[in-house]
């Protein structure tokens, strides 16, 4: 009989263990749960960035879109605005924008004459994309990085982006 009781106290101090094992392992995994999340969404904040205009003193470009999420074949319209407080000049027509993949692989760059251009503080050039790359087929969903770059009349170079998002 002291066999029995022994083993059934040994049974029920394995399930009080294991039961605290799994309470301090629950724990653990959504605190790892949480913690990834913040870090995604912190992550997600910057990519996701639509305080697209700022202006500021000195050498400033901004890169505008009216929203930052498309529907695939949606037109997107981006204005190229000289933010800041120096005249711009770029060196052809279409003010120095790149629709790129986020790896960097170029799928748009309006076609535009070799002509120097320039944006005085506060003006603006307006363009829109179709979604349709350089090559002729459409753009796929996913996130697409839009920039420019120009220089002021001291040759400092200015560079922004900002990223859309394409969807179904």
Known sequence: MEKKI???KGLKNQEIILKELL?????????????SG????VYLLDVKNTNQLVFVEGLSISVVTEKSDFKKGEEIKIRIV???TVPLIFSDASYGLKITGLFGVLMYSPV???????????DEAEFSWDQIKNNGDTALEGLYKISTKGV???GNQVEKSTTVAIWK
């Open 23 to 35: 309470a301090k392992s629950l724990v653990i995994f959504i605190s790892i749960g949480l913690i």
């Open 152 to 154: 002021d009349k001291q």
């Open 38 to 41: 913040l870090a995604f969404g």
């Open 82 to 84: 000289n933010s800041g």
């Open 112 to 122: 535009s004459v070799q002509v120097i251009s320039q944006l005085e503080p506060g």
């Open 6 to 8: 022994n083993s059934t």
